[in-house]
């Protein structure tokens, strides 16, 4: 109750408060849990972009958040500050996109590449295995990619 009287206190008062309370009421929730666990799986499964932990030790919750966009650590870190300055971008997922998308950063920026490596032990070792899955993709040149290496031995 008291944090729901206080979200009406600060409407209020804001200049646009109009749109901030339309966006709580399309958007907007308040949820009672029993325990701290279960308000971080219900956190979990929403997977919001911001999630600003008021808690004694905050950093002793994080092993249990799974997904957030920004996580915002007790009560001077505000999700203004991640925002505005502290933060290490603004582009976050939304709309619970934090389940399967991380907030942009410098490595999203990064050029990357894969390199692999086989001894010939190696690839004969697990040959049939890529047969097999090229020829049911139905990439029979994929398949013989692998096939003409070993030709001689069968």
């Known amino acids: 109750k008291e944090v729901e009287k206080e979200v009406e206190r600060q409407l209020e008062t804001l200049p646009r408060s109009e749109i901030a309370r339309e966006s709580i009421y399309r958007n907007g929730a308040i949820f009672i849990v029993p325990s701290l666990e279960e308000a971080l799986k219900l956190s979990n499964e929403i997977a ?3 999630l600003e932990l008021h808690i004694k030790e905050p950093m002793n919750a994080l092993d ?3 997904h957030a966009g920004s996580i915002f650590l007790g009560p001077y870190a505000p999700e203004p500050l991640g925002d505005y300055l502290a933060g290490p971008n603004h582009v976050l997922p939304t709309s ?3 389940r399967f ?3 942009l950063s410098v490595d999203d920026f990064v050029k ?3 390199f692999i490596s086989y001894t010939e032990e190696a690839l004969k070792n697990v040959q049939h295995h890529i047969v097999e899955l090229a020829n049911k993709e139905g990439l029979h040149a994929h398949a013989r990619a692998i096939q003409i290496r070993f030709e001689e031995e069968q």
């Open 101 to 103: 998308f991380s907030p």
């Open 112 to 114: 990357k590449s894969s």
């Open 96 to 98: 619970g996109t934090a």
């Open 64 to 66: 249990y958040v799974k």
């Open 48 to 50: 919001p972009e911001h």
